[in-house]
C-alpha cells in the first residue's frame, strides 16, 4: 500500500514538474517577446491608420514614451486638430487630456481615443507579461504557440493565442478572446526592422476584428529608443507639458 | 485567330474588373514632417457674412424697434484673424496667441479689436518644476456652455463654445516631486 502511494506520489509530482517547466519555458518566451518588442523604458513614434469599408483613411501621430512596467504616454502630433492631445496609462487607470478641456478625463481600456479596430489598451500596450501569464506552450514548425490568461479582470482582453517567430522571438500573430470565447480581433505584426541598439522588432502591425467587418487598423513604428523618463512625467500635472520632452 | 481574340478578351476582362482595395497597398511612415523644430506658427483666417430677416409683428422686434431704427433686414460680415506661435530654446519657451476681429452691420458702425489672448514665457528647468508668467487662458472642465469650476476664465460664447477665450496676467509655478 505503501509502495503504491509512493509510487503515486512520485508520478504526481513529476507531472507537476514537467508542468511547472513547461509554464516556465513559456514564461521565459513571453519575456523575451516583451524584450524584443520594446525595451523597458523607452520612446518611439507611431501613426495610425484607421481605413473603412469604402477605402476612407483617417491618420494620427503619436509620440510615445514608457517608464517600467505600468506608466505609459501618448501624445498626438497629427492631425492638426487632435495635436497636444494625450493620454496617460498608470497600470489600469487611462486618462485623456484635451487641451481646450483642460481638466483630464478618465478613459476605459476599451473605448478607442482614435476610433477605428485599436483601442485604447492596444495604443497604450504594456508588456504582455505584465498583463497576461502564460498558460501553455507549444512548438510548432517555424513559431511557438503561447496561450496567454489575463491576470485579472482589469485586462482588455482576457486571453491571447501569440505564434512567436522562433528566428526572431518576436510575436506575428496574436488572437485576442473575450472570456466568453469570442475572437475580439486579429494583431499581424510584419516588416522585421533594425532600430539600432540592438532592437530588431516588426515595424508594422495590422488588426482586423469580426466585431468591425471590413474595417481595418494599421500602426506603424519608428525612431523606438532607449530613453529614461522621471517619474514626474507620469502625472495628471504634466500632460499639458509632454510636447517639451521631444 | 481564335487565339489572338481569346488573348484580347482576357486583356479587356482584366481592364475592367478593378482590383481590389488593398492589393497594392503600402503604407508608409515619414517622420521628417513631425521633427521638433525651435518654432511654430499657425493660426487661421476667416470671413463671414450674413442677412437677418427681422420678424417686424415680434415683441422683441417692438422693444428693440428704436434701436434697429425701423429696419427689417439687417447686413453683418466680419472677419477674424487667430495666429499662434511657439518658440523653444534650452530650458525656455515663449508663446502667444493673437486674436484680430473686424465687424460691421447695418445698424452699427465698423468694430475692430486686436489683442493678444495669451502671451506667455516659460521656464522648466526640469519635469518636476516649470514657472509661467504672462497672460495666459486656463481651461477647467468638459462643460459645454458653462463649467461650474472654471473660476479663473472668461465665459463661454454659447453659440461658439470652442473658440479660444482671452486669458488672464498671472504666474503659474507646477512642482511634483517624487
Request: aromatic residues 10%.
Amino acid at each position: 500500500m505503501n509502495k503504491k502511494a509512493g509510487q503515486w506520489l512520485a508520478s504526481t509530482a513529476g507531472l507537476l514538474f514537467c508542468f511547472s517547466v513547461m509554464a516556465q519555458t513559456g514564461q521565459d518566451i513571453l519575456l523575451k517577446v516583451d524584450r524584443n518588442l520594446q525595451p523597458e523604458s523607452y520612446e518611439m513614434y507611431r501613426k495610425l491608420i484607421n481605413i473603412e469599408p469604402d477605402g476612407t483613411r483617417k491618420e494620427f501621430v503619436l509620440y510615445t514614451i514608457k517608464k517600467g512596467q505600468e506608466k505609459m504616454i501618448a501624445l498626438f502630433l497629427d492631425p492638426p486638430s487632435e495635436k497636444g492631445r494625450s493620454t496617460l496609462r498608470l497600470g489600469e487607470n487611462m486618462w485623456l487630456y484635451i487641451p481646450n478641456v483642460g481638466k483630464p478625463l478618465r478613459i476605459t481600456s476599451l473605448q478607442s481615443v482614435v476610433g477605428g479596430v485599436f483601442n485604447n489598451s492596444d495604443i497604450l500596450r504594456l508588456d504582455y507579461s505584465t498583463e497576461y501569464n502564460v498558460q501553455s506552450y507549444t512548438t510548432e514548425k517555424d513559431s511557438h504557440l503561447l496561450e496567454l490568461k489575463a491576470k485579472d479582470n482589469t485586462v482588455a482582453y482576457d486571453r491571447l493565442k501569440m505564434w512567436v517567430d522562433k528566428k526572431n522571438m518576436v510575436p506575428i500573430r496574436i488572437e485576442a478572446y473575450a472570456a466568453s470565447g469570442l475572437l475580439i480581433k486579429t494583431l499581424h505584426y510584419s516588416k522585421i526592422t533594425d532600430f539600432g541598439d540592438g532592437i530588431v522588432r516588426p515595424a508594422m502591425l495590422q488588426t482586423d476584428s469580426p466585431l468591425y467587418k471590413n474595417y481595418k487598423s494599421v500602426m506603424l513604428f519608428s525612431k523606438i529608443k532607449k530613453r529614461n523618463f522621471a517619474d514626474e512625467v507620469f502625472t495628471l500635472n504634466y500632460l499639458p507639458r509632454v510636447e517639451s520632452l521631444r | 485567330m481564335i487565339k489572338e481574340r481569346l488573348t484580347r478578351a482576357v486583356w479587356v476582362v482584366s481592364l475592367l474588373v478593378p482590383l481590389p482595395v488593398n492589393a497594392a497597398e503600402e503604407f508608409s511612415f515619414d517622420m521628417s514632417s513631425y521633427e521638433k523644430r525651435s518654432h511654430e506658427l499657425g493660426g487661421y483666417v476667416e470671413f463671414l457674412a450674413d442677412r437677418q430677416w427681422l420678424n417686424t409683428d415680434s415683441g422683441a422686434y417692438q422693444l428693440a424697434e428704436e434701436l434697429l431704427q425701423n429696419r427689417n433686414i439687417i447686413n453683418h460680415q466680419s472677419a477674424v484673424i487667430e495666429l499662434t506661435g511657439k518658440y523653444n530654446r534650452e530650458n525656455w519657451q515663449g508663446f502667444f496667441n493673437l486674436h484680430a476681429l473686424s465687424e460691421k452691420d447695418s445698424v452699427n458702425s465698423r468694430d475692430e479689436d486686436s489683442q493678444f489672448y495669451e502671451a506667455v514665457l516659460a521656464y522648466k528647468p526640469d519635469p518636476g518644476m516649470t514657472a509661467e508668467l504672462g497672460k495666459r487662458a486656463l481651461r477647467w472642465g468638459k462643460g459645454y456652455a458653462w463649467n461650474p469650476v472654471g473660476f479663473v476664465e472668461r465665459s463661454k460664447n454659447p453659440d461658439e463654445p470652442d473658440l479660444s477665450r482671452e486669458g488672464y496676467t498671472m504666474l503659474v509655478m507646477d512642482i511634483t516631486g517624487s
